[in-house]
């Protein structure tokens, strides 16, 4: 019999100074009667700013060790609950502050605990600022490595989505073969077994998790004009069309290498559920182009759900005050996390 229940989400709201508790505040309170959205934060400064985005906010506080021993508390969706990850510094918004560094990065370790531990059923993360983060002496360098490492999973891939809209006819998916590292150290990354194995994380994670049948994948190159027939570099050669030989045998649908300037356009795009880029920027301004505010980051591979917004800690906007930033993206990663959640709660 089907499980009735709401989705449970477990909510970072991120850098304490940046626009993340705002709009986790503000999408989970819109959004608390199609999910159970639980915040993970410091319980005090959301409660302060909850009051000041809206007094008829209500938010429940709970510490973490009233989770470790009873679990998540009943509710009456009238409230949200929140986890207590107290900060170590008064926060300014729009000033950075590294004191606070370790507890933000506390709050990812309690959701993923929270999955874990069976008290929430997917993560949806807001955005942090992974600088400040390493000010604070940890090395980071976003959450799709950091919970990789958390889960011991030895590969994830990170693909931003959005759904059509005025810019766009369809909906579009793309997918990185490297995350974040500087651009000099990209080509050396690419490397035959981790992109083989990308491709078969997208391919089972689009079926899976994303009721695709049969995923298409069109595979961009790395050099300009997919290298030129090797005229303008070599991995095309080398490295990325052997590996699309590789998997089209194991019976994937992937193409390519193919000009990344030219690719997405319309009539290539409406033959594929998925774009796999070498790298961030290749990738990601043209779905940020199309759609920013509106888009999903989907960390796929991982043993648990997590969905993150497309946009990140914007500090300009949260120095002015509330009422500045837009939720939708945030709302986006909910959406998603909790229809995914729900296709898990029915299995
Ligand atoms: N998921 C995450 O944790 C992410 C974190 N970041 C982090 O964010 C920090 C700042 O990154 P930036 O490159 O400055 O990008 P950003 O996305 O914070 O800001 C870029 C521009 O977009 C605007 N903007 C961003 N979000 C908005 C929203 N919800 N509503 C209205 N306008 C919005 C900002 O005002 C700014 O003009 C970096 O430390 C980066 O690592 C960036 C992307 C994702
Ligand atoms: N540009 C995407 C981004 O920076 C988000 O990274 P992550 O923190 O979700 O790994």
């Not at 390493?134 to 958390?150: C, D, I, M, P």
């Amino acid at each position: 019999m089907p499980d009735s229940r709401l989705p449970v989400i477990a909510v970072t709201v991120g850098e304490p100074a940046g626009i993340g508790p705002e709009i986790s505040i503000r999408a989970a309170w819109a959004l608390r009667q199609q999910m159970r959205p639980v915040l993970i934060g410091d319980a005090a400064y959301l409660a302060m700013l909850a009051n000041e985005i809206d007094p008829s906010i209500r938010l429940m506080g709970i510490s973490l060790q009233a989770m470790r021993n009873a679990g998540l508390p009943a509710t009456d969706q009238q409230r949200v609950t929140v986890i207590d990850c107290p900060l170590n510094a008064h926060v300014i918004a729009g000033q950075l502050d590294p004191r606070n560094g370790r507890a933000v990065l506390q709050t990812l370790d309690v959701a993923v605990e929270s999955v874990q531990q069976g008290w929430c059923d997917a993560i949806v993360t807001a955005p942090l600022q992974k600088s400040t983060i390493n000010q604070a002496g940890v090395r980071f360098s976003g959450h799709t490595e950091y919970l990789a490492e958390k889960t011991q999973t030895p590969q994830v891939v990170m693909m931003l989505a959005c759904d059509a809209n005025p810019q766009l006819p369809q909906p579009l998916r793309v997918a990185l073969a490297t995350t974040h590292l500087p651009l000099r150290e990209v080509p050396d990354a690419i490397r035959s077994d981790e992109l083989l194995r990308t491709m078969q994380i997208i391919d089972a994670d689009l079926r899976q998790k994303m009721g695709i049948a049969h995923p298409r994948i069109l595979v961009t190159g790395l050099n300009p004009h997919a290298g030129e027939n090797g005229y303008l570099g070599r991995e095309e050669i080398d490295i990325i069309a052997p590996v699309i030989a590789q998997a089209q045998a194991l019976g994937l649908q992937v193409s390519g290498p193919y000009p990344a300037d030219t690719l997405f356009q319309q009539k290539y795009l409406a033959q594929a559920d998925c774009v796999l880029a070498m790298y961030h920027d290749q990738g990601l301004t043209v779905l940020k182009h199309a759609s920013f505010g509106l888009g999903v980051n989907i960390t796929l591979g991982l043993s648990l759900i997590r969905t993150s917004v497309d946009h990140g800690t914007a500090l300009d906007l949260a120095a002015q005050g509330v009422g500045h930033a837009d939720t939708g993206s945030m709302q986006v990663a909910l959406r998603t996390a909790a229809a995914m959640a729900m296709t898990n709660i029915k299995k």
